[in-house]
T-cell receptor, first 113, second 115 residues
Framework: DGGITQSPKYLFRKEGQNVTLSCEQN?????MYWYRQDPGQGLRLIYY???????QKGDIAEGYSVSREKKESFPLTVTSAQKNPTAFYLC????????????FGEGSRLTVL | GENVEQHPSTLSVQEGDSAVIKCTYS??????FPWYKQELGKRPQLIID?????GEKKDQRIAVTLNKTAKHFSLHITETQPEDSAVYFC??????????????FGKGTKLTVNP
């Protein structure tokens, strides 16, 4: 069954701690994306990767880091430098967007205590 | 860079009425305009899209129109049903990103269909 899997679904973190959100896809998509969703703010792009071992900053990359060592995996680390990390995080993947759609994972809700 | 404005931010209609959500974009080179629906607690899913060489596209009760001259596109839902209640996002794919592909999303419209 093909798709995108994000884990964990819910995560609690103390201030000052780094946390890593997992994103795995078995759709054989080249491109992967991380979005942050806050109420009334829409979907804001954090990082994206169009090929293994390469990634680019999105609009709100400060305080986040990513890696793309494998085609199927694109983990996101929320570092202690991110000033307001409590949010809903969505991972997505696609073939060329000019020819195909963006597929989203179920999301991970991060709460900083 | 591309900027997508979406209106209204909330929309409430009676079951059976039509609903219209409008988006404007700034980059005249944008060439792909999808609409995503996100039900409460679920992932966004593509419901319809349109490319810049087409003015209108329909899929059952859903239609999207594109006006390239005015740089705006709209989602039309007819005969609304309670299951249409969700947040709807429009997006645009800029044509001038130097090979990078990243959608720019509007801020979303929360549609409520009252029985």
């Amino acid at each position: 069954d093909g798709g995108i899997t994000q884990s964990p679904k819910y995560l609690f973190r103390k201030e000052g701690q780094n946390v890593t959100l997992s994103c795995e896809q078995n759709l054989n998509h080249d491109a992967m994306y991380w979005y942050r969703q806050d109420p009334g703010q829409g979907l804001r792009l954090i990082y994206y990767s169009q090929i293994v071992n390469d990634f680019q900053k999105g609009d709100i990359a400060e305080g986040y880091s990513v890696s793309r060592e494998k085609k199927e995996s694109f983990p996101l680390t929320v570092t202690s430098a991110q000033k307001n990390p409590t949010a809903f995080y969505l991972c997505a993947s696609s073939i060329l967007l000019s020819t195909g759609e963006l597929f989203f994972g179920e999301g991970s809700r991060l709460t900083v205590l | 860079g591309e900027n997508v404005e979406q209106h209204p931010s909330t929309l409430s209609v009676q079951e059976g009425d039509s609903a219209v959500i409008k988006c404007t974009y700034s980059d005249s080179a944008s060439n792909y305009f999808p609409w995503y629906k996100q039900e409460l607690g679920k992932r966004p899913q593509l419901i319809i899209d349109i490319r810049s060489n087409v003015g209108e596209k329909k899929d059952q009760r859903i239609a999207v129109t594109l006006n390239k001259t005015a740089k705006h596109f709209s989602l039309h839902i007819t005969e609304t049903q309670p299951e249409d209640s969700a947040v709807y996002f429009c997006a645009a794919l800029p044509g001038s990103q130097g090979g990078s592909e990243k959608l720019v999303f509007g801020k979303g419209t929360k549609l409520t269909v009252n029985p």
